[in-house]
């Protein structure tokens, strides 16, 4: 019998019921997920009013519960997000007219919870509300006003759903104390004066319980809770700036994500104590190949991986950022530095303004590469009209097909960015770009506007804290526009 590791038979609350499905194990309980309100997310203060909340419950079943947010912009409802970070799904969303509050089922995989992170047992086995977060995208319709003597700038319409966040250490927009999270029943914390601090202790108490029932051994669940506490102590982000999240683990690495970057780092284990190494983290990228079964690379004919990110390449993109936004013919602004800092340098600097060329002289070509001197006067250029045309008629259709969805996509995204007030490209600039730039400049221009597809509201915006103890008629779900390229 192996006896490095003995776990606490602990009676879960009433609230709280085991039930099955697929042939695995679920922990069942309440969750209120958001309630009637001005939110303040990542997209400022916004008011959800109750009709909007009671449209289309249905559309939430099903959806991922995570552990704290992807990044911003990026859907949960991806296989790595599910496999590093997903607890469970949400079931059975009704809305509660009486209350004012869009309630549901969290159905948590019970192997999951100690796999990513066994702070949801404890505050289950204790009866212990958690602080939670929707991923939803929503249409903002730039409407100011007064909602309770709370202000806001805009109204939340038209939802279609992401995900569900579960946040052990952090505020919801939408927090216990507005009468949202894991566990909530009818009340807030407001309306019955929980004493959070003596929960969080209880919690903490268990959690240490829990952790110290070793043999002088860790397992490989607690390996990775002893990093991801050492790293929050290391890092200690201020309250607006995200958390660290360890996503992979080896044997005397791991990669840990903080904003859009992802790090590897070194530690070591000595009994019961995880220690990180003093070097400095190192940059990484995450590479994703697909070969035959033979062994050849797809899409990939050299078989190269990226070149590697150095601590030099970090200052050039940061002196590259900084330029961009201190240009005034840029749209850049400091707070767009995070999204800028996630780009390629060579995407970095194809946002530069390019020269006018009526006022600027021209630049002289680079000494060491000569001019092209090949002769293409018997080269006759093939539009892409031509190409398909002559093109065999297995994929004539395709290609077509494609083209056209091609040209609709950048005439989309074009849209989006010239109609942004702060937008400073021309039409011709736009055009030059890849399809790619386009994307990424329209995920940061339509914020500032109302643009459907791109808008994401993510709860969970705001600063550390302790955690404490239909309609009818439905209209269709939205399709959303998702940027998988970062």
Known sequence: MDKSFVRLALNLDANVRQDTMGGKEYLVCPIVMITEGVHNGTQGPMYYPPEELAKDVAAWNMKPIVVYHPQLGQSACQPDIINNRGVGFIFNTSWDDDAKKLRAEAWLEDTRLDEVDERIRVHLEGSILMECSTGVYVDRHMEAGVW?????????????????ALLPDKAG????????????????????GVDKSSLVTRALGRLETRFHLTNNALSHDNIREGLR???????????????PWVEDVYDTFFIYELGPQLYKLGYSVSDTTVTLSEDEPMLVVRVTEYRTVSGEFVGNTNGELPSAITKDDTMDKEKLVGDLIANEKTPWEESDKETLMSFAPEKLEALVPTANADTDPPKDPPADKPADTTNNADKTPVSADEYVANAPEE??????????????????????????????????????????????????????????????????????????????????LGLPSLDFSK
């Open 395 to 476: 994929i004539r259709e395709m290609l077509s097909d494609g083209l056209q969805a091609h040209t609709a996509e950048r005439n989309r995204l074009t849209g989006v960015i010239t109609a942004n007030e702060s937008n400073q490209f021309e039409e011709a600039e736009l055009k030059d770009m890849s399809l790619n730039h386009l994307r990424k400049l329209a995920s940061v221009a339509a914020p500032k506007q109302q643009d459907d597809s791109l808008q994401q509201s993510y709860f969970g915006a705001q600063g550390t804290t302790t955690p404490a103890n239909n309609s009818a008629s439905q209209t269709p």
């Open 229 to 243: 506490t050492a790293l929050r102590e290391r890092i200690n982000p201020a309250d607006d700036a995200p958390w």
């Open 148 to 164: 309770n003597e709370e202000s806001y700038d805009a109204i939340a319409r038209n939802y279609r759903p992401d995900h569900l």
């Open 173 to 192: 927009a939408c927090s216990i104390a507005d009468g949202a999270g894991l566990l909530q029943l009818n009340h807030s914390s407001k309306e019955s």
